[in-house]
């Protein structure tokens, strides 16, 4: 990383347009399509936790779904709030758990690739409603599939009664989403270094750096292409897996692992997508 960052104060020197252009672009895509689509969303999460439902999730499903994956019971909350704010806000809540002994590092590898969603405003308004069901299908056939042993059950108690804090939640939310404009700016630069004159190379090579490049670039030469569009969305691009790695600092990550399960989520989708 420090060797990228390096790289990029001397590209600034030697071609200020196309850093400046990268970086204008970034922020044109996030005031436009993930501000509005994941703030909200951030602050909602953060009102759901303030209540006292956490307990009775933990009760009324957390059992199930330590069955059904193998993951302990609390892996349950990380899943809700994937689903509510998607990757990398629901990491934060996950490290959390682990800090508190609620869940340990085989959980926390475990739920990486089955609660690799994004934001759903975000990912229906790039692409629509049928690729975001099909991920979301093709994601939990996968976490059966690869589910494991079980791991120990932990009997703690958790105390979810946290009081609503709107400055706190305001500060929180624009902390994360100043950290996606960086990671965007950088990853969007790097894909712009590379000129590439195919459009379908240029889509898939922008997402394997950027989600929201990837998507970006596709709208703009293959809008509506559902197979490019599940490709993106079933990796997230490396800048997901900084941002993911930032937040799990001190875990192991086990990526060899994540990438051979979202490889598998691609190859359902496409399967999905051909016979609907």
């Known amino acids: 990383m420090k060797i990228l960052i390096l790289f990029l104060i001397g590209l600034f020197f030697y071609n200020k347009d ?32 303030s209540f006292n439902v956490f307990e009775f999730l933990i009760k009324s499903g957390g059992n199930i779904f330590q ?29 959390n758990l682990y800090k508190k002994n609620l869940l340990n590092e085989d959980d926390i590898n475990k739920l990486i690739p089955l609660c690799l969603f994004f934001n759903p405003i975000f990912v229906i308004n790039f692409t629509n409603i049928k690729v975001y069901a099909i991920l979301f299908i093709s994601t939990i056939i996968t976490g059966l599939l690869f589910r494991g042993k079980n791991n120990n059950i932990i009997e703690i108690e958790l105390n ?25 700016s950088i990853f969007m630069l790097l894909s712009n270094i590379i000129i590439i004159k195919k459009p379908i190379v240029s889509c898939i090579l922008g997402g394997f750096f950027e989600l929201t490049t990837g998507l970006y670039k596709t709208n703009i030469f293959f809008k509506g292409n559902n197979y490019l569009y599940l490709l993106i969305l ?33 190859i359902i989708s496409v399967l999905i997508c051909i016979l609907t």
């Open 67 to 95: 069955k059904l994956f193998k993951i302990n019971k609390y892996g349950l909350l990380v899943f809700i709030v994937s689903l509510l704010c998607g990757t990398p806000s629901n990491m934060s809540l996950a490290y």
């Open 234 to 266: 079933s990796f997230g691009g490396i800048s997901i897996f900084t941002q993911i790695k930032g937040i799990l600092k001190d875990i192991r990550i086990n990526y060899y692992h994540i990438v051979i399960q979202r490889l598998v989520v691609f």
């Open 18 to 49: 196309l850093v400046s252009m990268s970086i204008l672009e970034s922020i044109n895509i996030w005031y436009k399509n993930l501000f509005p689509s994941i703030f909200p969303v951030l602050i909602l999460c953060d009102l759901i936790v």
């Open 160 to 184: 979810s009664n946290n009081e609503f804090d709107l400055n706190k939640s305001i500060e929180k939310g624009i902390h994360i989403l100043l950290n996606i404009l960086g990671t965007i």
